[in-house]
């Protein structure tokens, strides 16, 4: 069975919550990493966790999490990240003060429960969701968010588009025990009717803090879009697909200015300092295709946007990079390679990538393919991709696709990187498989109903859950079964062989040797 429980940090009110899977016999039980928050009534909302140790630390114009770990401070914050991790608070407060990690926490959104992201941490994945001009409702959103931290997401993004957006976010805020993110120049846009052309950075900075005065903890900005890139990418096979980055585009074209997003990153560092918004450092030119990936404009942007972290960071404000996008499997590692080296190691963040074009429909597949690969090489969190990528807005049951299939991917990858806590649930999972331990094996999953509804759609009763076959082989064929008997078989033909050698006066016999 699964329920959850809580371990306590060295004040009473750090309580990490786990997912506990109790196991069958003697076995010890699994403690598995829990994103689900708590449950409450959504017109309510969840209690503020954070809001004592925010009060403690008091007001000021730097309260990053990045400003606290330059000096050596381990906050209540980063010791809850740790023990999700099972890793020392000291090394969260490392990475953290080097760049190489960020744990997202408006002071103004103390509902949520701190986690880090980072490449020496467990892999993170992010799920999107968000209203459009063809599908508005505010409780469908709030639903999808608790589906998708159900299921596993790290954090989520709100990319509402539609009516009522301020809304939408107030309620998917206060309903969030996981970091939320946002694109503001979505918003921005709905002020001035649509029309890039008549964006301003008043308009953009008055969204911004509207943001952040509600509590949004990272802020997709692409600020590396710059005017003399635009050309790059002319030739492309499918142009600029970032929704963001098309909108600067078109407004650095019409103004024949450059991006305002850039010109006015220092006020934006400003503003993100007193809040502790993390930057999410959008691609605005990432590639659409396979055909487009890695080429002059990519690695443009990418160039600037590791400029642009080292402003960020002279004003303690934390960051991360996006990335692609849509890459074939043998260009992926250079992302991260390249990634790495211009950001100076900060957090990469990546949509997949895709790692081929022809699966519409199952582009959660061919997603979760590069998204395993790049995670392994160092990327620190993946953006989910759901059946519906390029088809529609995901329903319920594509979020939980999706997630599914990056938790996959995730956690493949923090198997190839050692991860400390990784393999343990993989163990316990092969373990309870070898002894035909179905319930284990059902409540180990990462889809516990999915995987109980497969095993009892060809063997219901009651005592298969304790036979020693599936129906893929049947009792006669059943490899583990064989397996099982060869192990006795060796464990008494050792035992025949040792009564023979006591019977024999326990001598060893050397060969004679001229």
């Given at each position: 069975?699964?329920?959850?429980?809580?371990?306590?940090?060295?004040?009473?009110?750090i309580?990490v919550p786990?997912q506990?899977v109790?196991?069958?016999?003697?076995?010890?039980?699994?403690?598995?990493?829990?994103?689900?928050?708590?449950?409450?009534?959504?017109?309510?909302?969840l209690?503020?966790?954070?809001?004592?140790?925010?009060?403690?630390r008091?007001?000021?114009?730097?309260?990053?999490?990045?400003?606290?770990?330059?000096?050596g401070?381990?906050?209540?914050?980063?010791?809850?990240?740790?023990?999700?991790e099972?890793?020392d608070?000291?090394?969260?407060?490392?990475?953290i003060?080097?760049?190489?990690?960020?744990?997202?926490?408006?002071?103004?959104?103390?509902?949520?429960e701190?986690?880090?992201?980072?490449?020496?941490?467990?892999?993170?994945?992010?799920?999107?969701?968000?209203?459009?001009?063809v599908?508005?409702?505010?409780?469908?959103?709030?639903?999808?968010l608790?589906?998708?931290?159900?299921?596993?997401?790290?954090?989520?993004?709100?990319?509402?588009?539609?009516?009522h957006?301020?809304?939408?976010?107030?309620?998917?805020?206060?309903?969030?025990?996981?970091?939320?993110g946002?694109?503001?120049?979505?918003?921005?846009?709905?002020?001035?009717?649509?029309?890039?052309?008549?964006l301003t950075w008043?308009?953009?900075?008055?969204?911004?803090?509207?943001?952040?005065?509600?509590?949004?903890?990272?802020?997709?900005v692409h600020?590396?879009?710059?005017?003399?890139?635009?050309?790059?990418?002319?030739?492309?096979?499918?142009g600029?697909?970032?929704?963001?980055?098309?909108i600067?585009?078109?407004?650095c074209?019409?103004?024949?200015?450059?991006?305002?997003l850039?010109?006015?990153?220092?006020?934006?560092?400003?503003?993100?300092?007193?809040?502790?918004?993390?930057f999410?450092?959008?691609?605005?030119?990432?590639?659409?295709?396979?055909a487009?990936?890695?080429?002059?404009?990519?690695?443009?942007?990418?160039d600037?946007?590791?400029?642009?972290?080292?402003?960020?960071?002279e004003?303690?404000?934390?960051?991360?990079?996006?990335g692609?996008?849509?890459?074939?499997?043998?260009?992926?590692?250079?992302?991260?390679?390249?990634?790495?080296?211009?950001?100076a190691?900060?957090?990469?963040?990546?949509?997949?990538?895709?790692?081929?074009?022809?699966?519409?429909?199952?582009?959660?597949i061919?997603?979760?393919?590069?998204?395993?690969?790049?995670?392994?090489?160092g990327?620190?969190?993946?953006c989910?991709?759901t059946?519906?990528?390029?088809?529609?807005?995901?329903?319920?049951?594509?979020v939980?696709?999706g997630?599914?299939?990056?938790?996959?991917?995730?956690?493949?990858?923090?198997?190839?990187?050692?991860?400390?806590?990784?393999?343990?649930?993989?163990?316990?999972?092969?373990?309870?498989r070898?002894?035909?331990?179905?319930?284990?094996?059902?409540?180990?999953?990462?889809?516990?109903?999915r995987a109980r509804?497969?095993?009892?759609?060809?063997?219901?009763?009651?005592?298969?859950?304790?036979?020693?076959?599936?129906?893929?082989c049947?009792?006669?064929?059943?490899?583990?079964?064989i397996?099982?008997?060869?192990?006795?078989?060796?464990?008494?033909?050792?035992?025949?062989?040792?009564?023979?050698?006591?019977d024999?006066?326990?001598?060893?016999y050397?060969p004679?040797?001229?």
């Amino acid at each position: 069975m699964r329920q959850k429980v809580y371990v306590t940090g060295s004040r009473p009110d750090i309580r990490v919550p786990f997912q506990e899977v109790r196991l069958g016999g003697d076995e010890p039980p699994v403690r598995l990493y829990d994103t689900s928050g708590p449950t409450v009534d959504p017109d309510v909302g969840l209690p503020k966790l954070r809001r004592d140790w925010i009060d403690e630390r008091g007001p000021g114009d730097r309260v990053t999490q990045l400003h606290y770990a330059r000096r050596g401070v381990i906050t209540p914050e980063m010791e809850f990240a740790a023990l999700r991790e099972g890793l020392d608070p000291e090394l969260v407060r490392g990475e953290i003060a080097a760049g190489r990690a960020i744990l997202p926490a408006n002071v103004n959104h103390p509902e949520s429960e701190p986690m880090v992201i980072g490449r020496r941490f467990l892999v993170k994945i992010n799920a999107n969701i968000g209203t459009s001009a063809v599908a508005d409702s505010i409780t469908d959103e709030v639903e999808k968010l608790t589906w998708a931290t159900r299921w596993g997401a790290d954090t989520v993004m709100d990319l509402s588009t539609g009516k009522h957006i301020h809304r939408t976010r107030e309620h998917i805020l206060r309903n969030s025990a996981v970091p939320i993110g946002t694109v503001p120049l979505y918003q921005a846009l709905e002020k001035v009717d649509g029309d890039p052309v008549k964006l301003t950075w008043e308009v953009y900075r008055e969204t911004i803090i509207e943001q952040a005065e509600q509590g949004v903890d990272y802020m997709t900005v692409h600020a590396g879009v710059l005017l003399r890139y635009v050309p790059l990418a002319a030739d492309r096979v499918t142009g600029i697909v970032s929704r963001g980055g098309s909108i600067m585009a078109a407004w650095c074209l019409a103004h024949h200015e450059e991006n305002f997003l850039y010109t006015r990153f220092r006020e934006l560092c400003e503003i993100f300092a007193r809040y502790d918004i993390a930057f999410s450092l959008g691609d605005g030119l990432r590639p659409g295709s396979t055909a487009d990936a890695n080429d002059a404009a990519q690695f443009a942007e990418l160039d600037t946007l590791g400029e642009l972290t080292r402003i960020a960071w002279e004003y303690d404000v934390q960051v991360m990079v996006e990335g692609p996008g849509h890459v074939p499997m043998h260009l992926i590692k250079e992302n991260v390679d390249r990634q790495q080296e211009v950001c100076a190691q900060a957090p990469f963040y990546t949509l997949g990538p895709l790692t081929t074009d022809i699966a519409p429909a199952y582009d959660h597949i061919t997603s979760a393919i590069g998204a395993a690969m790049i995670g392994a090489f160092g990327t620190a969190m993946l953006c989910y991709v759901t059946p519906k990528e390029h088809l529609g807005l995901p329903n319920r049951d594509d979020v939980k696709e999706g997630v599914i299939a990056y938790k996959i991917a995730a956690h493949a990858a923090d198997l190839a990187k050692g991860h400390p806590t990784a393999r343990e649930w993989d163990d316990a999972l092969s373990k309870a498989r070898f002894e035909f331990r179905w319930e284990d094996q059902f409540n180990l999953s990462l889809d516990p109903e999915r995987a109980r509804s497969y095993h009892d759609e060809t063997l219901p009763a009651e005592p298969a859950k304790t036979a020693h076959f599936c129906s893929m082989c049947g009792p006669k064929f059943c490899s583990m079964r064989i397996s099982h008997e060869l192990k006795e078989y060796a464990a008494n033909g050792m035992r025949d062989k040792a009564r023979e050698f006591a019977d024999g006066g326990n001598r060893v016999y050397l060969p004679v040797v001229d």
